[in-house]
């Protein structure tokens, strides 16, 4: 189904990936390069993830989702996000879009555009671009850092963009769904 047929993304996500697969390119060598450049990145995955959350916590329009009523860090909140996090991680490095992988990706937007529970509210989507360009950033760092073919490092960035924006794309879905009324 392409986009240009008048569903809802969500109704067909492994169509809407393919298609903007095709269209980023994002083929199968890229593919490759994403697969053997993961463990540069896996390998930091605990300090990934702990820096995101304090880059979080130093901006009150960020930190609000991950505080406690008394304003103080919630530990076991952020921890259970850094594990949500290092999961998306991994599984985003085996770039294999099953079925269940991009319906989990919807649900993990859907956890963001619409969230019920918890402090903060929703969370507004310019950070969820924003912090996919801290991601983009940190990446492309590591790979410079620690890859030492440094054409690898430049195919390893480009590919890993790619994937992310594309990932970006799924994690936006719900801010295009109607809101419920309260
Ligand atoms: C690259 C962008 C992001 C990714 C890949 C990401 C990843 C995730 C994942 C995998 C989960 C678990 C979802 C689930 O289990 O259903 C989650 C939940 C959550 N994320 Fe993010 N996140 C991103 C950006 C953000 C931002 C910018 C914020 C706010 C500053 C945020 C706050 C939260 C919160 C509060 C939850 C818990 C949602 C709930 O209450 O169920 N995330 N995120």
Redesign the pocket.
């Known amino acids: 189904m392409s986009s240009e047929t008048r569903y809802h993304p969500g109704a067909d996500m492994q169509g809407f990936i393919r298609e903007l697969m095709e269209f980023s390119g994002l083929d199968e060598t890229d593919v490759a390069t994403i697969r053997r450049t993961a463990p540069v990145i896996l390998r930091h995955e605990r300090d990934i993830t702990s820096a995101l959350y304090e880059h979080?916590l130093k901006f009150p329009?960020?930190?609000?989702?991950?505080l406690r009523d008394d304003g103080t860090p919630d530990q076991q909140?952020l921890d259970?996000?850094k594990h949500?996090?290092g999961?998306?991680?991994r599984e985003?490095a085996e770039v294999s879009m099953t079925h269940d992988f991009v319906y989990y990706l919807l649900?993990?937007a859907?956890?963001?555009s619409h969230?019920?529970?918890?402090?903060?509210g929703t969370?507004?989507p310019q950070?969820?671009v924003?912090?996919?360009s801290?991601?983009q950033t940190t990446f492309a760092r590591l790979f410079q850092a620690e890859l030492s073919d440094l054409q690898e490092a430049f195919d390893a960035s480009l590919a890993w963009n790619k994937l992310?924006l594309i990932?970006?794309n799924a994690?936006l879905l719900g801010y295009f769904l109607p809101q419920r009324q309260a």
């Open positions: 979080f329009t960020t930190a609000r989702f991950f909140r259970r996000r949500s996090l999961r998306w991680l985003t649900g993990v859907l956890s963001h969230r019920a529970t918890g402090p903060g969370v507004p950070f969820m924003a912090t996919m801290l991601a992310l990932h970006l994690l």
